[in-house]
């Protein structure tokens, strides 16, 4: 894990020519409740902060900025249709992104350096398979795909209701009881991981990294929540091809 640029980069044996990053709240114009570099531009920030922020991003120039919606669309960049919570590329002008403060972002490459993607999986995303989506829109067999898995909530800060919980029960020990009677503490890393799995990505990489316990790193929509601010930040997941 490097932390050059403000950047953390996955530690995992990616093709050469595959760039992949995720920002932090390190750095940035950002003041008040989006203090640091928060990229989000739908949040309430000062646009001209948003814009000045995402400016220091590498290669931001080739970024495409989805539209998301906690759905299940993948659109295949270069797209005039944003709005989506997955985008795949071949085209090394053409960089896809993903907006978190407690979501799984996902990044894709197959180990030929040919192609990306990147995943935005919060409870609703992972129920509506917008994973298996995405490996699906690549052009290559599952297994000769790599992902990694950035900073999200962990299981220990992310309590659910009895709702949310049982959608995800066939899914191994990724649901415990919370001291909270009546509520559960759901594991949505583990969730991504096996779903990869499930859909025959093998190579899979968790940086294990809590939004919500390292408010010095991330911003947490949860945190901020139990904070009683209206809004946080964002940071972004990027990758793309050299």
């Known amino acids: 894990m490097s932390n050059a640029l403000n950047v953390i980069t996955p530690e995992w044996d990616c093709p050469d020519n595959v760039i992949a990053y995720t920002s932090t709240r390190a750095g940035g114009v950002s003041i008040g409740d989006f203090s640091g570099l928060n990229v989000g531009a739908h949040v309430g920030d000062d ?11 590498p290669h931001n120039e080739k970024i495409t900025w989805l539209e998301q919606v906690h759905g299940n669309k993948v659109v295949s960049l270069p797209s005039v249709d944003t709005t989506a919570d997955a985008a795949v590329s071949s085209n090394r002008n053409f960089y896809c992104a993903i907006m978190t403060a407690d979501c799984v972002p996902i990044l894709l490459c197959d180990k030929d ?45 992310y309590e659910v209701d009895t709702n949310v919980a049982s959608r995800f029960s066939a899914f191994d020990n990724v649901v415990q009881p919370s001291a909270d009677q009546g509520k ?12 990869l799995q499930n859909a025959n990505v093998f190579s899979v990489t968790n940086s294990g990294l809590c939004t919500y316990s390292r408010q010095d790193l991330f911003y947490s929509h949860r945190f901020a929540t139990h904070q009683n601010k209206r809004s946080t930040g964002r940071i972004v997941s990027v990758i793309g091809l050299s």
Request: net charge positive; with cysteine; aromatic share 8%.
């Open 184 to 195: 559960f503490l759901l594991n949505l890393p583990a969730i991504a991981q096996q779903q």
């Open 47 to 57: 646009l001209l902060f948003v814009k000045t922020n995402r400016h220091q991003l």
């Open 113 to 157: 350096g040919t192609q990306v993607g990147a995943v935005h999986a919060g409870w609703k995303g992972l129920e509506n398979n917008i994973i298996a989506n995405a490996i699906r829109a690549f052009k290559c067999e599952p297994n000769n795909i790599m992902a990694w898995i950035g900073p999200a909530i962990s299981q220990r800060c």
